[in-house]
T-cell receptor, first 115, second 112 residues
């Protein structure tokens, strides 16, 4: 299994541009999520999905959209990039079943810079 | 608001010594805690977890201790090696669909 994959690894955008960060997993996980990581602030949850067709907001959803048309893919869209969205973005997935000990596995991250 | 936090931002450890990384949490409803290791340029990697009905769990060279009375979590690394240099995060989770809430992280630096 490839686990959780993310593309691209690096991206530079200008303010106002839009783009989509890709995330895929091949573990048949139901639960997928996006986090952003800023220096000294740990990881903060942007959006998450408990299954295909179901998404919900996390702690910092503003400026981001998600959709979950398949179990495998969970893309994150930036509609109009702003410098405040400069960050490292991580996608994570887990089985999502009714198990308290449902551990999330993380992808390698996308480093985004907005000028 | 309820949060998970770490006491020390940076921990310097001599190779071969034991490391102890601490974490405080404030959500008494959290029932599952996880430690992640993040090496430079990589995503967080699962190390060890513990459920709230336990107070200690051991893995290979790592031990997690949970003190629910004072809402404190710690990660002990035995015989620290250069490959243990990384940022360590604690995270808490409440319920089966609960979202992970992360602390800010502790940078562990292993010196020869």
């Amino acid at each position: 299994n490839a686990g959780v994959t993310q593309t691209p690894k690096f991206q530079v955008l200008k303010t106002g541009q839009s783009m989509t960060l890709q995330c895929a997993q091949d573990m048949n996980h139901e639960y997928m999520s996006w986090y952003r990581q800023d220096p000294g602030m740990g990881l903060r949850l942007i959006h998450y999905s408990v299954g295909a067709g179901i998404t919900d907001q996390g702690e910092v959803p503003n400026g981001y959209n998600v959709s979950r048309s398949t179990t495998e893919d969970f893309p994150l869209r930036l509609l109009s990039a702003a410098p405040s969205q400069t960050s490292v973005y991580f996608c994570a997935s887990s089985y999502g079943r009714a198990a308290i000990t449902d551990t999330q596995y993380f992808g390698p991250g996308t480093r985004l810079t907005v000028l | 608001g309820e949060s998970v936090g770490l006491h020390l931002p940076t921990l310097s450890v001599q190779e071969g010594d034991n490391s102890i990384i601490n974490c405080a949490y404030s959500n008494s409803a959290s029932d599952y805690f996880i430690w992640y290791k993040q090496e430079s340029g990589k995503g967080p990697q699962f190390i060890i977890d513990i459920r709230s009905n336990m107070d200690k769990r051991q893995g290979q060279r790592v031990t997690v201790l949970l003190n629910k009375t004072v809402k404190h979590l710690s990660l002990q690394i035995a015989a620290t090696q250069p490959g243990d240099s990384a940022v360590y995060f604690c995270a808490e989770k409440g319920g089966s669909w609960g979202k992970l809430q992360f602390g800010a992280g502790t940078q562990v630096v292993v010196t020869p």
